[in-house]
T-cell receptor, first 113, second 115 residues
């Protein structure tokens, strides 16, 4: 069975600080990787996804993530966070059957103005 | 285009009552997924349905939980004889097709509280 770990449960940063949120997965086969964001009071939205090709993926709002196959990792990064990035961030994987997403436990990010 | 709609947004039930959660997928989407988020945990897959068919219910509890997606109308997640441990946020997602490249679009969720 596949599983996803997000080791940082709560992160507090000041505006303009750099962000890196960790995501590790366990699955022996081919996986597809996703980062979702949930802003306060809103539904989950897709930030970025990786299926194949360039392991450095660019998403919306200046976010990017790097797939490192040897480390089973897909960490999310942003060079300079803004107050509006305050949200909960979820890493997720699926396999090539595609019908179910396995989510990590989420990371709550608070950006102080 | 309206997004995925879920209602009610908040539902309070006493132990032993039934809870019915509704999900209307995005227009043109025929694949529906239900996920549950327990307090302080990530989302956990429950069931995947297409119109009139349950495709994968590997994440559904064996008892008291059922789901349907009829030919007409929304998908329904039904929880019979609710218990306190059923208190959670229930999210529905929809996609146009099945496949890893077909993005799942999420609804706002239904927060179920069992008293």
């Amino acid at each position: 069975a596949q599983s996803v770990s997000q080791h940082n449960h709560h992160v507090i940063l000041s505006e303009a600080a750099s962000l890196e949120l960790g995501c590790n997965y366990s699955y022996g086969g081919t996986v597809n990787l996703f980062w979702y964001v949930q802003y306060p009071g809103q539904h989950l939205q897709l930030l970025l996804k990786y299926f194949s090709g360039d392991p450095l993926v660019k998403g919306i709002k200046g976010f990017e993530a790097e797939f490192i196959k040897s480390k089973f990792s897909f960490n999310l990064r942003k060079p300079s966070v803004q107050w509006s990035d305050t949200a909960e961030y979820f890493c997720a994987v699926n396999n090539n059957a595609g019908n179910m997403l396995t989510f990590g436990g989420g990371t709550r990010l608070m950006v102080k103005p | 285009n309206a997004g995925v709609m879920q209602n009610p947004r908040h539902l309070v039930r006493r132990r032993g009552q039934e809870a019915r959660l509704r999900c209307s997928p995005m227009k043109g989407h025929s694949h529906v997924y239900w996920y549950r988020q327990l307090p302080e945990e990530g989302l956990k897959f429950m069931v995947y349905l297409q119109k009139e068919n349950i495709i994968d219910e590997s994440g559904m509890p064996k008892e008291r939980f059922s789901a349907e997606f009829p030919k007409e109308g929304p998908s329904i997640l039904r929880i019979q004889q609710v218990v306190r441990g059923d208190s959670a946020a229930y999210f529905c997602a929809s996609s146009r097709r099945q496949g890893p490249e077909d993005e799942q679009y999420f609804g706002p969720g239904t927060r179920l509280t069992v008293t």
